[in-house]
């Protein structure tokens, strides 16, 4: 596709994203409220805490998703940790009732967190556009919904689109559809539909390659154990990381087995945040700690004694540590010079020690 003006910044809330500003993190609710609502508030403090940007729900119910059927089609198999169930019957279980979300909503903001949410319906785009919420998500498997897609981009917030089963030709269809609504606050997350993901199945470095292809910015929804990826795709330019947050996975529920618990949680976005001071420029400068330390390099000292009028020799002339003489490089020109004045061992050797 031919690509456009890229977006350097998208402001979803309070929040700018993109190059110079912090890494958003978002922490996705899914079905770990275990249709509890206190549960899904304590979530909210939880991701709050922790130290996430935002919380993500997801909007649908069972019937606005699929269709309640034992026909092959709709059962779940494959290897996957819902095998032997059907679509219906585990977004039943799955959903976040709709009537929690705007109270959802005045909580997380109370809190500081932006609150957002995946649409699957365009019920469920009239609903979040009630509720106000400020970006759209696209779930990986809606990514050939263009209708959808468009209906978001239609309403000028940002949305950010998962490509856990895209192909290439899909990718163009959702840019040029949100393209279409007039809308370039567009971001691309990487990401692959197994839960838990395969290390090896990740592939970071389509990240960056994202980005150039796209013109868009780039963000990782992981669905792997641990922090090490997000971490990792933070190096690669990932702007957005998104991840599953429970209490506790031994409470289990549809996404419990591969979702972070608080503390995990708290400790990626540690070192995501590490990883951002230490990321810093591409420019090659020191660093005023590196220039103080630089003092410490070696440089032409005064090893023996040497008297006025006598030779600079290799058994009176050293390079030594610290740096406060003449750089090691000149000692070629220094051997077999003479001293002008008394010279003192354990002083740096200057310009004006010898003819």
């Known amino acids: 596709m031919e690509t456009e003006k890229f977006m350097g910044q998208i402001q979803i809330g309070s929040h700018q994203i993109g190059k110079g500003h912090p890494v958003y993190i978002v922490a996705e609710m899914s079905a770990n409220h275990l249709q509890d609502y206190d549960r899904a508030v304590r979530i909210l403090h939880a991701a709050k805490e922790a130290g996430a940007d935002a919380i993500k729900l997801q909007t649908y119910t ?21 095998d032997g169930t059907t679509l219906h019957k585990l977004y039943r279980e799955a959903y976040t009732p709709w009537d929690w979300q705007p109270k959802l909503c005045e909580e997380a903001k109370a809190l500081g967190l932006d609150c957002f949410s995946s649409p699957f319906d365009p019920t469920a785009v009239d609903f979040m556009e009630e509720m106000n919420m400020p970006a759209y998500k696209i779930a990986s498997y809606e990514i050939t919904d263009i209708p959808l897609i468009r209906l978001c981009a239609a309403t000028g917030k940002p949305v950010i689109i998962a490509t856990g089963v895209a192909r290439s030709e899909d990718i163009d269809a959702a840019l040029s559809a949100c393209r279409a609504e007039g809308n370039e606050q567009v971001i691309l997350l990487k990401c692959v539909s197994a839960y838990p993901t395969p290390y090896e199945d990740i592939n970071l470095r389509m990240i960056p390659t994202l980005g150039e292809t796209y013109k868009c910015l780039t963000g990782l929804s992981d669905h792997s154990m641990g922090s090490t990826v997000p971490v990792g795709a933070v190096a690669l330019g990932a702007c957005m990381i998104e991840k599953h947050l429970t209490l506790s996975r031994a409470d289990g529920g549809p996404d419990g087995a591969f979702s972070m618990e608080p503390a995990e949680f708290a400790e990626m976005v540690r070192n995501v945040r590490i990883m951002e001071k230490a990321l810093g420029s591409s420019e090659y400068a020191l660093t005023p700690v590196q220039e103080t330390e630089r003092e410490g390099a070696r440089s032409l000292f005064i090893v023996a004694d040497i008297k006025k009028g006598e030779e600079l020799t290799s058994q009176n002339i050293r390079s030594i540590r610290p740096g406060n003489g003449l750089p090691p490089a000149e000692i070629a020109t220094v051997l077999g010079r003479h001293a002008v004045k008394d010279l003192e061992r354990g002083e740096p050797l200057r310009k004006g020690d010898f003819e």
């Open 62 to 82: 069972a019937d606005t998703i699929t269709i309640e059927s034992d026909k092959p089609y709709f059962q779940i198999s494959g290897g996957t940790i819902w």
